[in-house]
């Protein structure tokens, strides 16, 4: 049984603005090293339909229990893929996406992305990002734990990532 999240980000800029930032290799280059990454390889191809694949690769420290890194090592490879739909006409846009941790898909999270401008009066918060997304662990005995532990790193990952992108559009 997978265990399901929600992350939320808001942004004080146009939609548009913070797809164009999603899409930026520094932008993400940036927020990769913030959120402890290094060895970061980003891969961004755009299609005629107006849809992107994003994909950043990186690798991370193993924070991790001792009950798991003795499977993961000191550090864990990540692949995290975006399959971004085209723009509506307000520059919303919606994603699939996959994240893998280590070799293979041991242990993943996989969900879909909302982005869109919210018409909030508070500028502050005028696109909001949200992922519903669920992690799963394929190791007997111990993947409640590390979906768990998936979750709420993601988590934390997700809240350093939300003030990197407000201070990159200066928001």
């Avoid at 997978?2 to 164009?20: I, K, L, N, R």
């Avoid at 846009?93 to 909030?120: H, K, P, W, Y």
């Amino acid at each position: 049984m997978a265990t399901e999240f929600d992350v939320e980000m808001t942004f004080g800029s146009s939609a548009e603005d913070v797809f164009e930032m999603l899409c930026d290799h520094e932008y993400q280059e940036l927020k990769c090293t913030e959120t402890g990454g290094s060895d970061i390889e980003v891969i961004a191809e755009f299609f005629d339909d107006d849809t992107v694949e994003l994909t950043m690769k990186r690798t991370v420290p193993a924070d991790v229990p001792s009950f798991a890194k003795s499977l993961v090592g000191e550090t864990i490879a990540v692949v995290e893929t975006y399959q971004w739909g085209p723009a509506g006409e307000d520059g919303s846009r919606t994603a699939e996406v996959l994240c893998t941790f280590g070799r293979g898909d041991t242990i993943t999270f996989s969900g879909q992305v909302t982005m869109s401008e919210n018409g909030s009066v508070d500028d502050s918060e005028r696109t909001v990002f949200q992922m519903r997304a669920a992690a799963k662990a394929k190791i007997p005995m111990m993947a409640g734990k590390i979906e768990k532990m998936v979750r709420d790193q993601t988590l934390r990952a997700a809240k350093k990532e939300n003030e990197v992108g407000r201070n990159w559009l200066g928001t």
